[in-house]
């Protein structure tokens, strides 16, 4: 059974860091195009970053210079380094997996865009002023 589990999110101020952690089971990471999507309070899926098995990046735009993705593969784990955080960054964030050549192709926006292969609850990130 595939599961993605994310962890890491809470309340921090504007200007703050989080880091958001995304065990996965079931699921190979280095065979799919990894990433992250957030959605905020009555906004559309955004999709955020994307990473691939050679550890390939890409971000959207306004998180470019903030945000970090990284993997473990070894370990199955995912992860999302926020910084610099705004009260824009609110909301859930979700890990998930697409087809590995979308990476290439699409990067971050394969999220919003492409079938899920897998995806995780979703942890809560809230950025007051």
């Known amino acids: 059974q595939v599961q993605l589990s994310e962890s890491g999110g809470g309340s921090v101020q504007s200007g703050g860091s989080l880091r958001l952690s995304c065990a996965a089971s079931?699921?190979?990471?280095?065979?799919?195009?990894m990433g992250w999507f957030r959605q905020g309070p009555g906004d559309e899926r955004e999709g955020v970053a994307s990473?691939?098995?050679?550890?390939?990046?890409s971000y959207e735009n306004s998180v470019q210079g903030r945000f970090a993705i990284s993997q473990d593969a070894a370990k199955s784990t995912l992860f999302l380094q926020m910084n610099s955080l705004t009260i824009d960054d609110t909301g859930m964030y979700y890990c998930?997996?697409?087809?590995?050549?979308?990476?290439?192709?699409?990067?971050?926006?394969?999220?919003?865009?492409?079938?899920?292969?897998?995806r995780g609850q979703g942890t809560l990130v809230t950025v007051s002023s």
């Open positions: 990473i691939d098995s050679s550890d390939e990046t």
């Open positions: 998930a997996a697409v087809p590995k050549e979308f990476c290439a192709v699409m990067g971050w926006g394969a999220f919003t865009r492409v079938p899920l292969d897998a």
């Open positions: 079931g699921l190979i990471i280095s065979d799919h195009c």
